[in-house]
């Protein structure tokens, strides 16, 4: 068989092939692809590999696959249907799906701890490290504080109950520059009580710091806020927020609402929308005391060291904390109150610093006012003076009719202002007990009284809000020509027992 001189050999019809092949891929590409703009936010790179397509690098990359239409377009890809290996595309960190990203897991550490201190049911200490997946657990008047690996702090407030479960860092491309740079992804997982968040302003966020409850969603686009769930019966979740933004999310109810500074929302997986409202002020502080007295105590009540604070118009009720330091660390009470009022009975004495603040009919907490506060000891009232100095000359008696003027020694310097002279037929001052009032000179009269009585005398004195105080008791008698021959006596008063002055 004889070969045509048209026919070419069969390795290059190979080559041209080849070569055909070249030229039809990259008239693909050419119609696939458009002008490209670069992501004006981070971005990561990625390289289509043999056996991508739409579906799979909407699953692999994507939050949702709705979100390649963005991406297509973002990249210039005019028909998608047409992406060939080796293509690169960038996506933007808005629809980037970061669980399928390579990350690396940071760690932060417990600045804090105070009382009962717990990290995955073991004691913890100042200085441990807080682990992605710890568990931490504060008891009673105990709190907790620890630095997130972006610099952010949370306080863990008493009976507190929350997870770290997520605390790490991506690799992403800048926009400005297309070096690569860290951001950061955290998330709090609260199971009980109330978490007090100051979020670090500078930190590059691949998402916002979030803090979820069984029954919400907190985004964190703010600084400094409280998120709390400190009800578990009636799984209410309460989000207060002091600067910044928050997005409050009911999964239940697929709701949400942004929550901007000074507001604060309440709401439970029923509520079918979240209600935003104002804060409560802060009392003014220089209306809370700073220096508060306990009483001395005695018979008759209880020594029991009350703050009291200025009320604060559309509060149901307040709270305070107290801490031994000024970054509320240590705080050795937690106390809440009806009435503008709090009971410091149980602290002893010294310096402390108290917050407090008001909440309104949903619980929903407002703003704090800080005041250093001292507890001491009231002045100790002064000790009973005594009335009667010397017996014999101390009181002297003169007959007036048939009334005995009684002149007591009285000194203006020693003595209470408000004297009463008490009279009884019994040494323990019970039987026939009568009173005469004591003037300012020091006289009583004593009516009536016959020659040849035998009374016992006591003096008692009332000082304004102070307990009555009592002399000892004497012996009063009179001779049976009382008021006959005899009209005075110079010693009136007889001891009936040794006394000290």
């Not at 009022?341 to 603040?357: E, H, I, K, T, W």
């Not at 006012?369 to 010397?390: C, F, G, L, M």
């Not at 007591?408 to 004297?419: E, F, H, K, M, V």
Request: aromatic share 6%; proline share 7%.
């Amino acid at each position: 068989m004889q070969t045509s001189s048209t026919q070419l050999p069969k390795q290059q019809y190979r080559c041209v092939f080849k070569v055909l092949l070249a030229s039809m891929a990259m008239c693909a590409m050419t119609h696939a692809l458009a002008r490209i703009d670069k992501p004006q936010e981070p971005f990561i790179s990625y390289t289509v590999v043999k056996g991508d397509n739409i579906a799979s690098i909407s699953k692999k990359l994507l939050i949702s696959p709705s979100e390649f239409a963005q991406l297509a377009k973002l990249n210039g890809i005019k028909n998608p249907a047409l992406i060939q290996p080796g293509l690169v595309i960038d996506v933007p960190r808005s629809i980037l799906k970061l669980g399928s990203q390579p990350e690396e897991q940071l760690t932060g550490v417990l600045e804090s701890a105070s009382g009962d201190v717990l990290i995955n049911n073991k004691a913890a200490k100042a200085g441990d490290v807080v682990r992605q997946g710890d568990r931490v657990q504060t008891g009673a008047v105990s709190s907790a504080t620890i630095k997130l690996a972006d610099g952010s702090k949370v306080q863990w407030m008493p009976r507190t109950i929350a997870e770290v479960t997520q605390q790490s860092q991506y690799a992403m491309k800048d926009p400005t520059t297309s070096i690569s740079t860290t951001w950061f992804s955290g998330t709090i997982r609260l199971v009980e009580g109330l978490l007090d968040i100051a979020a670090e302003k500078t930190t590059r966020r691949a998402q916002p710091f979030g803090v979820t409850t069984p029954t919400s969603v907190v985004g964190v686009r703010g600084t400094q806020f409280r998120v709390a769930y400190d009800d578990p019966a009636s799984r209410s979740a309460r989000t207060e927020v002091l600067e910044g933004k928050v997005r409050a999310d009911n999964p239940a109810q697929a709701a949400g609402a942004d929550v901007g500074g000074g507001f604060g929302t309440a709401f439970r997986p029923q509520d079918r929308q979240i209600k935003v409202v104002p804060l409560l002020p802060a009392i003014d502080s220089a209306l809370l005391p700073q220096r508060i007295l306990r009483p001395q105590p005695n018979a008759n009540s209880e020594a029991r060291v009350m703050w009291q604070l200025a009320s604060l118009a559309g509060a149901v009720g307040y709270k305070t904390d107290v801490a031994k330091d000024e970054g509320f660390t240590q705080l050795v009470l937690l106390a809440s109150a009806a009435q503008p009022q709090f009971d410091l009975s149980a602290l002893p004495n010294g310096v402390y610093f108290a917050r407090v603040r008001g909440f309104d009919a949903q619980k929903i907490e407002g703003y704090n006012a800080v005041r250093r506060i001292e507890i001491a000891d009231a002045p100790v009232p002064p000790k009973p003076v005594v009335w009667i100095h010397n017996i014999g000359v101390a009181a002297s008696a003169f007959a007036q009719g048939s009334d005995v003027v009684l002149q007591l020694s009285r000194q203006s310097a020693d003595t209470p202002a408000q004297l009463t002279l008490e009279i009884a037929q019994d040494a323990g001052m019970t039987q026939a007990l009568r009173q005469f009032p004591v003037d300012a000179q020091g006289r009583a009269v004593i009516t009536p009284l016959p020659a040849g009585a035998s009374v016992f005398v006591r003096v008692s004195s009332a000082a304004g809000s102070q307990p009555v105080q009592r002399s000892p008791v004497y012996l009063l008698r009179l001779p049976d020509n009382w008021g006959q021959t005899v009209q005075a006596l110079s010693d009136a008063l007889l001891p009936l027992a040794t006394t000290k002055p």
